[in-house]
């Protein structure tokens, strides 16, 4: 019979569409697998964002994923609480986005209504502190916008959440 | 809590949320610069994301009402033809097949974008009562409503940040800007009411509006200070969106919402 192990190495195939360096357990949305029966799986995923659109296309692609192994039931439940923080992001996954281009999360959510505050994001291509927050709204409702004053490149953060 | 005041109660939320998210949506091509048209589109895809948690929620609940509570909950033709054949409904029933008078969603959310000022305005009023108000929720005894507001309410402080950033730039910018967004508070806050009066369903739910309200006017009156922009006294307020009595506006954004899947039933592509 399949065991949870063998699924969750499956699950680490299943890429972030938008980006694709990220598996869906270096994001941390995969909450349980429960194996029910030798053709049956129950995976419980914690949706990002609430609007994000790339958790249709990613529960697809679990399905497909584990329908390609064999397995033939694939119940897939949605979990909101504890809601999905960036906290629960491997160190990996961190990694994986600064050498793609996107500096990663580096600190706890916070609930600050701090206003006109902005994170100190190190540039993930050069690597300097003198950055410049362009927009806390970027390409996904995940990332926020900057420009790096020492190399002149513009890139994305994936912000703490 | 009874069943029938819980979906009424997932209703009111739901409805403020999409037609919120549907009407900033609007804006999408039309922002005055790039990145303020980007930040606009992942608000109101923010508020759509709640907006379908809820609906879910509120599907689930529907369908395991007894049959008499279900014929007679809603009084749109569309709906009730699905519900008398049986069927079980869902979060795009919920959305596309209500007509207005079975929308529970409040005024202030309906009224027309206008211009920059009146948009910041109507997501700051907005986004103010939602931080405060998803705060309380979070303790509900009900446990999926709580689930939906601790996850809403990390983007609705993005919401809020956002939106009170730029009533201060408004309102503490150039002599058109003041002008805009003291014009758009004039005509807006009138509907601010509304917030605080407790539906039946409020009232069952037990959330204390009166309490919101306080730190509503607190905030507002802070970020109006920091804005140069005065508070406008109290008066009378319009109110009647949670028993389904809207303005005129509310059916321009349904016929718009609703057009394709009434015109196509069940069209997929």
């Known amino acids: 019979m399949v065991t949870k192990e063998q699924i969750y190495g499956w699950l680490n195939t299943v890429t972030d569409p938008e980006v694709p360096v990220l598996t869906i357990i270096d994001l941390g949305i995969i909450r349980d697998v429960k194996v029910k029966d030798e053709n049956s799986v129950e995976v419980t995923i914690t949706p990002t964002y609430s609007g994000c659109p790339a958790m249709d296309v990613i529960a697809m692609n679990i399905r497909m994923t584990l329908l390609s192994k064999g397995i033939k039931n694939i119940n897939i439940e949605n979990q909101l609480s504890p809601a999905w923080t960036t906290d629960w992001m491997s160190e990996e996954g961190k990694k994986k986005l600064n050498n793609y281009g996107i500096a990663p999360p580096y600190r706890k959510a916070t609930s600050s209504l701090g206003l006109f505050e902005d994170d100190n994001v190190p540039c993930p291509r050069c690597g300097s502190d003198n950055t410049e927050l362009t927009s806390q709204f970027a390409a996904t409702a995940c990332k926020s916008l900057y420009r790096c004053n020492s190399c002149k490149e513009p890139f994305e953060h994936f912000k703490c959440h | ?269």
């Open chain 2, 1 to 269: 809590m009874d069943q029938r005041s819980l979906l009424q109660y997932t209703l009111q939320l739901a409805d403020n949320a999409l037609i919120l998210g549907h009407i900033i949506s609007e804006w999408c091509g039309h922002g005055p610069i790039l990145e303020q048209d980007i930040a606009l589109t992942n608000t109101a895809l923010d508020h759509l994301g709640q907006a379908r948690s809820l609906y879910q929620y509120a599907a689930d609940q529907f369908n395991t009402l007894p049959a008499a509570e279900k014929s007679s909950f809603f009084t749109s033709s569309a709906i009730r033809k699905i519900i008398s054949e049986g069927k079980q409904i869902d979060e795009d029933d919920l959305a596309y097949l209500r007509d207005g008078w079975d929308y529970r969603n409040i005024l202030l959310v309906e009224q027309p974008n206008k211009d920059w000022a009146y948009t910041i305005i109507r997501s700051f009023f907005y986004d103010t009562f939602n931080f405060f108000f998803y705060t309380e929720l979070q303790k509900c005894s009900d446990t999926s409503l709580a689930a939906i507001a601790e996850k809403s309410l990390k983007e609705v402080t993005y919401h809020l940040r956002w939106s009170s950033e730029w009533v201060i730039r408004l309102g503490d910018g150039t002599e058109e800007s003041a002008q805009r967004i003291k014009a758009a508070i004039a005509d807006r806050w009138q509907f601010t009411g509304e917030l605080f009066i407790a539906s039946e369903a409020d009232k069952v739910v037990g959330i204390d509006l009166a309490a919101i309200k306080s730190l509503w006017k607190e905030r507002v009156a802070a970020v109006f200070s920091e804005a140069n922009l005065d508070v406008p006294a109290d008066g009378w307020m319009h109110q009647g969106g949670k028993e389904g009595k809207h303005t005129e506006h509310l059916g321009y954004i349904l016929a718009e919402l609703q057009f394709v899947q009434r015109a196509y039933p069940n069209m997929q592509w």
